[in-house]
C-alpha cells in the first residue's frame, strides 16, 4: 500500500461508523472554509521559503481533496465519484492542455512551444475546447478571489480582447514590487481614513469592465472566434 492509499483509507475510516463524529457530519460547504483557509496558510509557507512548512501544507490541502473525494464517493453529489476519476479528468485536462507536449505529430508541430509564453498563446484556446458552452472570456474566473487578484484576471481578458490597450502607458509608473506595495498599502490608508471600502472600490470597479467586456462581446466589433484565443 502506498502512502497516498494509507491517506485515502485513513479519510474512509474517519468518516466510517465508529470513526470521528465530526468528520462524519462534514459536507462539501461545511469544509469549503477550510479548504481556503489551507490554501493561504501553502500560500504563507510558500512565500517563506520554508521546506517543512510546505510540505506540511501540501498536505493539509491535498487532505481536502481525499476528503471531498471520499464524500463523493459516498454519493454526496448524487452519482458517486471516486479520488480515481478525479485522477482521471486531471490527467486527461492536462494532456489537453499541453497538446506540445502530448499531441498528435500534427499539435506537436501547431502548438510547438520553446518559451512560456509560447504556451500562453494557445492556452486559453485549449481549455476552451474542454467547455465549449463558454460564451465570454470571463466565463470560469471565480468572482470570489480576492479584489487584486481578479482585478489582475480580467485586466488580462480585457488586453487580449483589445478592451484595453496591453502597451498604453502606465497611468503610475511604478519600478519594482517593494514601491508597489507601498503604493498599494497607501492607497488603502488613505481610503480607511476616509471611511471608504478599497476592497469594495475595486470590486465595483471590475464590475464595471466586466460590463464593458460583455458589452464589446455582443459589438459589431467583436470576433466570435477570440473567445478561443483571449
Avoid at 462524519?24 to 512548512?53: F, M, V, W
Avoid at 481614513?193 to 464590475?207: C, K, M, V
Wanted: charged fraction near 30%; glycine fraction near 6%.
Amino acid at each position: 500500500m502506498t502512502k497516498i492509499d494509507e491517506l485515502i483509507q485513513t479519510a474512509r475510516q474517519l468518516r466510517a461508523p465508529g470513526g470521528c463524529p465530526w468528520d462524519a457530519e462534514q459536507t462539501h460547504q461545511s469544509l469549503a472554509k477550510y479548504l481556503i483557509e489551507e490554501t493561504y496558510e501553502l500560500i504563507d509557507a510558500i512565500e517563506s521559503n520554508d521546506r517543512q512548512q510546505i510540505l506540511e501544507e501540501l498536505g493539509d490541502v491535498f487532505y481536502h481533496v481525499v476528503f471531498h473525494s471520499d464524500l463523493a464517493e459516498s454519493g454526496s453529489l448524487g452519482e458517486p465519484f471516486s479520488i480515481q476519476d478525479v485522477a482521471e479528468l486531471s490527467i486527461a485536462k492536462m494532456k489537453g492542455r499541453h497538446p506540445h507536449v502530448f499531441g498528435t505529430a500534427e499539435e506537436l508541430e501547431k502548438y510547438k512551444a520553446e518559451t512560456g509564453d509560447d504556451v500562453m498563446k494557445s492556452w486559453d484556446a485549449h481549455k476552451m475546447k474542454e467547455k465549449p458552452e463558454r460564451q465570454s472570456v470571463l466565463d470560469g474566473i471565480p468572482n470570489s478571489l480576492p479584489a487584486l487578484l481578479l482585478a489582475d484576471k480580467v485586466i488580462g481578458k480585457a488586453q487580449k480582447l483589445g478592451v484595453l490597450e496591453t502597451e498604453a502607458t502606465p497611468a503610475i509608473v511604478v519600478e519594482d514590487e517593494d514601491q508597489l506595495g507601498g503604493l498599494l498599502l497607501a492607497l488603502v490608508l488613505s481610503a480607511k481614513h476616509q471611511g471608504l471600502d478599497a476592497e469594495r472600490a475595486l470590486r465595483e470597479t471590475i464590475r464595471e469592465l466586466q460590463v464593458e467586456i460583455r458589452a464589446f462581446e455582443l459589438s459589431d466589433e467583436f470576433d466570435a472566434g477570440v473567445v478561443g484565443q483571449a
